[in-house]
């Protein structure tokens, strides 16, 4: 049923918009009304989410000649719809967070007519959507993450599982899982008790603490912790080999992306990866960027925008991309670790003065800045070193350590270094 509506300046003449569900969907089309001038005509209808109905809705569309599609990102119902739509039609998909219905006046229809109009008006931005290629590397990445994951929270119940018996493997050695402690907890689940046995099956290192393992291993192991021990590690032992196939996989998918791959392996903290994460979420691709600045708003490591009255006060960071920015936080630890790089010296000159977890966040904003460059002039990162703000302001740096040696009753002067001929 056709309704009438008045606008003011408009983008796309003839818009539509949907309001998506998980059984079915409403579509409203927005066009200018030829007998009323100013004035436009909505014509809504609604299509259940099969995918027979949805290449009904595309007919539809097109029939009515329509110069973009608005629809929200709704949960993961948005996907076959969009997928299906894409190669005929101008699509947007918009962040829901940024779409906001009035209270009291929210229905499907309504929320249908508003997406259209807000794109017919220019009122909404779309987002990021990689093409298949890429969508299928992050569909493996991510996947991979949540095994990562399943598998770290394995081993902290087998941890668990060997507390429960008195023994403290895990305050000598590091890691239950590794050479010397899977050695420890297959000779206990065959029956080994003897903690002077057991410690000298450690290796390597390991060996140096074969007293503290004596000690550490004089608990009492039953059978039943033997049975559950047996099923932590099968987990462990299966998650792995899941892991190492989508390793494989990755790296299939991956390969036109190697240079890329191996330029991001130079950043501090990323690895191979967290390199693949990076192509996987961005697809590689920094047109999609304008800018560096843009990169990091997107991932959501740069500081929100709240301003009101001519009064700038403190806003938050925006979600933005969970994935990077779970790598970046852990790249950012790892750059930290070096003294006498630019991110630790950054980290300190930021942490004085804004505290710690601020600090972490500039550093992670750095890092993304850096991959932007990485991968838009496809070259490796180059580290500017811990003295790079000295050099950059060498007087402000003089200033400094004055004012440190008068406040402990001292004076210094500085004389320049005279080159041996």
Known sequence: MAKQETDDEVIYLRAAGLDLGKRFLVACVRTPNPNRPGRWLLETERFATTPGDIRRLLGWLVERQVEVVVLEATSDYWRYVYYTLQEQLNLMLVNPAHLRGIRGRK????????????????MVFGSFVPERSVRELRDLTRRRTELTVTRGQEIQRLEKELEDTGMKLTSVITNVVGVTGRAIVEALIAGERDPQVLAGLAVGRARKKAAGLADALDGTFTDHHGWMCRHYLD??????????????????????????????DTLPGVGRRAAEVIIAETGGDMAQFATAGHLASWIGVCPGLNESAGVVMSGKARNGNANLKRILGVAALAALRD?????????????????????L???????????????????GFHDLGADYFTKRDPERAMK??????????????????TQAT
């Open 235 to 264: 987990q462990i032992d299966h998650l792995d080999r899941l892991i190492t196939r989508l390793d494989e996989r990755i790296a299939t998918l991956s390969a036109d992306h190697d240079d890329d791959i191996a330029n991001l």
């Open 107 to 122: 229905t499907d229809p309504s929320d249908a007519a508003f997406l259209a109009r807000a794109g017919a008006s220019g």
């Open 339 to 359: 003294k006498n790089s630019y991110y630790g010296a950054y980290y300190r000159r930021v942490a004085a003065r804004r505290g710690g977890k601020k600090a």
């Open 400 to 417: 400094r350590m004055t004012r440190e040696a008068n406040s402990l009753g001292l004076t210094i002067r500085f004389d320049p270094i």
């Open 361 to 379: 966040v500039a550093v992670m904003h750095k890092l993304a800045i850096a991959i932007w460059h990485v991968l838009h002039d496809k070259t």
